[in-house]
């Protein structure tokens, strides 16, 4: 469900999950690092990649067109298989910026207005505003400014869809979503945005988003090893990475979703990307895009704030400065990336790895950093230890805790020691009723759906259930110390 600070890609959780808020990185001057920075480079990443337990990961680092450090390590999660450059990763919300350029073309190619309501091209579209749903706009998909909410985009997301048609079914579905503000009024970074153009872009086009993105993006980009489809993404070597039990990777139980590509499910490899940052700074597929209209395409359409900006499903730093950045994150619930370009300095970069967890997000972007500074003769930022999964080991001694009670419970019921009958009635329906609204809670503070939760943080969820459970049991038994102890054994 999902990138991160995609920008907001917030698993919040009540017991705490305050994540997905990237760090944009670290402007880069111009120069070519000396080649005894490559030594740097790598040994920095290794040890960012033992630290984190990363399993799977590829990095390219360009400069001018040219690769200057490239290399992989790892394997995949099913079948354990050897990473290398070509090997495709799911790419996350990086996916956004390639659906943003498929519309871009088709722009071009005046088969889309940016300004166009969405209706015109999708006659059935509708959300639960009719009025809205008359107006919202391809510009205003493109920016998050169309009034859907975080939230519906990940009620939407990692729900493990495989036919082709789950783009138009995903796209039906938000006919009873409300929306957050008017079309046109704020921001809010959405997946359903980008799902609803993929729909558009199978619209106008007559063909699936999959064979499209092939035929039309892909191919001409010279990305050889991208799919927008599961069964063509495992044909050019992609598999599944790992999830992250505390801390540690566990294979993913979650299905590649053909539903979400237009927004997170696109897989690509590092030099696939490669051709793609090319692409972004003139150097690569001349002609796909005019220089004007490629120049639209890596422009700013609206302001988040005084120094990011948001286009195209691309995110932009600083524009028209020196130290001017073109971005985004990519995470999914077994995979993490992250791209950037500077097009004023030459430099480019991309970082695959294939382990997640909600609150692990935020570790990427400080290798990302670090990478840059290195690249420009720095210093590279502090490579963050893996932190003790405090909120996890809380919840096993909250549970531990509740085992021990209801085990010296059921001896006291068995031995007739039971006091204070009404204490144990009032706790009993207490721990009752917490245990029913404990999950709505959480749902409720996260602003995620519980799939979503149990996707991006397995471990907590499976703890959180787990919780859930001994208050149940603990609950029953002092409901039934307090209604089956024979009154004369029940002293005040």
């Known amino acids: 469900m999902g990138d991160r600070r995609m920008l907001k890609k917030k698993l919040v959780s009540s017991v705490v999950i305050l994540i997905l808020l990237l760090i944009i990185c670290m402007p880069a001057t111009a120069g070519k690092p000396a080649p005894n ?3 740097q480079i790598d040994h920095y990443a290794e040890a960012f990649f033992k630290e984190q337990r990363i399993p799977g990961a590829s ?3 360009v400069h001018n067109g040219k690769m200057y450090y490239s290399k992989a390590w790892g394997v995949t999660g099913a079948h354990e298989k050897p990473i290398t450059l070509q090997t495709p990763f799911i790419i996350g919300s990086i996916s956004k910026s390639l659906t943003g350029l498929a519309i871009a073309k088709l722009i071009q190619d005046k088969k889309i207005q940016l300004n166009a309501p969405v209706k015109h091209y999708l006659s059935w579209f509708r959300v639960k505003d009719q009025e809205a749903s008359e107006h ?10 169309s009034g859907l909410s975080y939230e519906s985009g990940l009620v939407i997301a990692d729900k493990g869809e495989r036919d082709i048609g789950a783009i138009k079914r995903d796209v039906k579905t938000l006919a009873n979503v409300t929306l957050i503000a008017k ?3 704020k921001y809010q970074y959405s997946n359903t945005n980008f799902l609803i153009l993929g729909a558009v872009i199978q619209a106008v086009t007559h063909t699936s988003f999959s064979r499209y993105m092939s035929e039309e993006v892909f191919r001409p980009l010279g990305m050889t090893h991208a799919a927008a489809e599961q069964k063509t993404a495992e044909k050019k070597g992609y598999l599944p990475g790992y999830q992250s039990w505390f ?4 294979k993913t139980v979650i299905a590649y979703d053909n539903g979400g590509t237009p927004y997170e499910y696109i897989a690509a490899s590092a030099l696939d990307l490669v051709q793609y940052m090319n692409f972004l700074q003139g150097m690569n597929a001349v002609g796909y895009l005019t220089p004007e209209n490629l120049k639209k395409y890596t ?7 005084p120094d990011e900006y948001y286009g195209f499903g691309l995110r932009v730093s600083y524009p028209g400065a020196k130290e001017e950045v073109v971005w985004h994150s990519g995470t999914t619930p077994d995979a993490h990336a992250e791209f ?14 294939n382990k997640n967890h909600a609150e692990e997000e935020s570790t990427l972007p400080f290798l990302k950093r670090g990478l840059i500074r290195l690249m420009n003769g720095q210093e590279p930022v502090s490579i963050p230890t893996k932190p003790a999964p405090a909120i996890q080991l809380i919840m096993v001694a909250l549970c531990v805790m509740l085992l021990v009670v209801t085990v010296y419970l059921i001896l006291k019921i068995r031995a007739r020691l039971i006091r204070k009958k009404w204490t144990c009635r009032i706790t009993g329906i207490s721990l009752g009723v917490l245990s029913i609204i404990v999950i709505p809670l959480y749902i409720r503070n996260s602003e995620a759906p519980w799939h979503s939760i149990k996707a991006f943080a397995p471990d907590l969820a499976f703890l959180i259930q787990l919780l859930v459970t001994c208050l149940a049991i603990t609950a029953l038994v002092l409901l039934l110390a307090s209604f089956t102890v024979k009154k004369n054994m029940i002293f005040k």
């Open 247 to 250: 801390g540690y990777p566990k």
């Open 59 to 61: 990095i390219a680092l």
């Open 340 to 353: 950037f370009v500077y097009p004023h300095t030459g430099w480019s970069g991309v970082i695959l790895t």
């Open 299 to 305: 422009s700013p359409l609206y302001k988040i704030d």
């Open 183 to 185: 079309p046109g009024v």
């Open 37 to 39: 920075k490559i030594q």
């Open 136 to 145: 919202m706009t391809i510009k205003q998909l493109l920016d998050h400014t």
